[in-house]
């Protein structure tokens, strides 16, 4: 049958123990065995079904983990504390010193400062390239190059890769391709264009409500086991673990993630098309305006549309952050980073999520100090929304 991101959640049927519609929580950080030959084997991964020790999997890890692999068409994932927590423990997994990293230079402040200055202390060097140009990217990669990194749409500038594309370079030069799928959530399935790794931060759209952090790493049984393993697993050691209670409440918004993306692609799009029109410069991959508009078209689940990221330039920062402001003060949204709210969320990133990447490096990039970014909420009359925003527009001069 043809994969189906969203059905493939839904036909995963967890029951809990009293015949509960929601699988019950493991609330324990421990296990008892009966015997203490189980109690090795459990040690050496060797008794399935069998738990040891909460740092190493749990049963509510488990059942998360599967609807994530589920929705991302890969064997199995493992999920992480937070989204550094799964992109910290790939990385470190996957390279040893001595390696190098080709990656997007438009990726989350975060990871871009893991790379730019905490892999290197580890003798991990990356180099940072246009992620759209195919050519950049391969005369970037050397003997020692072990991945390619990229984001499938890019914080904060939704830059869109090509994965397929990076996907053969990948193959033909022997590296893993991870991408983090974090802004398009069941609008791209990056595993099934041929990524090696998928990684997603659950604390954007996937859990939808901002009330926690968390992450998952989709990917090959074989790849999550070397994470796991005890003796040298970055998962296992590195100890970014995921608490039972959250996994549990992640699984339940997981649910409902097909009907929220596709209302915020909706509200996006319709901002996104009202916006350039009044002459504003926007960038929304569902735009016929954006460079990578086609090739998102050819890669995307067309039902989930192109995602509830925008940005728009106005010009610069004392505009941004004056037009923010009233916009928080109309109630349009907050003025808060992070992403994939029920409410608008707007920042300057400039100024926030990715004040990590150099002033002279956001310039080269594109990234301009009046950029806002935009997580377009869930709002039920976007119609209404727009004229609001148009009337915060015109009041700050933004808009005639
Ligand atoms: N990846 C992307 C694209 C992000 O935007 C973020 C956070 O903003 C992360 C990863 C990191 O995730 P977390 O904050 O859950 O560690």
């Known amino acids: ?23 019950s929580i493991s609330d324990s950080s421990t296990y008892t065995f009966l015997s203490a030959k189980t109690m090795f084997d459990t040690f050496e991964g060797n008794a399935d079904g069998c738990y040891l020790y909460s740092r190493h999997s749990t049963p509510s890890n488990l059942y998360l983990g599967q609807a994530l692999a589920a929705m991302e068409g890969t064997e199995t994932a493992n999920v ?13 997994q996957l390279c040893d010193a001595g390696d190098h990293i080709v990656s997007s230079r438009t990726i989350y402040g975060g990871t871009y400062a893991f790379l730019k200055n905490f892999t290197p202390r580890f003798k991990i060097e990356t180099s940072f390239v246009d992620i759209t140009k195919l050519d950049v990217v391969e005369a970037a990669i050397t003997p020692k190059t072990k991945v390619l990194y990229c984001e499938s749409v890019s914080n904060p500038l939704l830059e869109v890769a090509d994965v397929a594309g990076l996907a053969k370079l990948a193959k033909k030069h022997n590296l893993k391709l991870v991408v983090d799928n974090t802004f398009s959530p ?32 989709c990917g090959t049984q074989a790849f999550i086991d070397d994470l796991r393993n005890v003796n040298d697993g970055a998962c296992m050691l590195l100890g970014a673990t995921m608490d039972s209670l959250r996994a549990a409440s992640i699984l339940k918004n997981l649910r409902t993630l097909h009907i929220r993306m596709q209302q915020h692609s909706m509200n996006g799009q319709y901002l996104a098309e009202k916006l ?69 969320l707007f920042s300057a990133p400039g100024s926030s999520t990715s004040s990590e990447i150099p002033i002279e490096e956001q310039k080269e990039m594109g990234l301009s100090d009046g950029l806002i970014r935009f997580s377009i909420g869930l709002d039920a009359d976007i119609e209404r929304t727009y004229d609001m925003m148009r009337e915060c527009m015109k009041e700050l001069n933004i808009l005639e």
């Open 1 to 23: 049958m043809a994969f189906k991101p969203a059905n493939n959640i839904q036909d995963l049927q967890y029951f809990g123990e009293f015949g509960g519609v929601n699988p």
């Open 80 to 92: 992480t504390a937070s989204g550094m927590g799964a992109i910290t423990s790939v990385l470190m």
């Open 186 to 217: 069941l609008s791209i399935s990056p595993a099934q264009l041929g990524a090696d790794v998928v990684i997603h931060s659950l604390t954007k759209f996937i859990n939808g409500s901002s009330d926690t952090v968390g992450g998952v790493i």
């Open 276 to 344: 350039e029109k009044d002459g504003l410069k926007t960038v929304y991959p569902g735009l016929a305006s954006h460079p990578s508009h086609e090739l998102f078209k050819t890669m995307m689940n067309k039902k989930y549309g192109f995602g509830g990221m925008l940005t728009l330039d106005v010009g610069s920062l004392e505009k941004a952050n004056a037009l923010m402001e009233l916009m928080q003060k109309q109630n349009l949204g907050y003025l808060a980073v992070s992403l994939g709210f029920y409410k608008t």
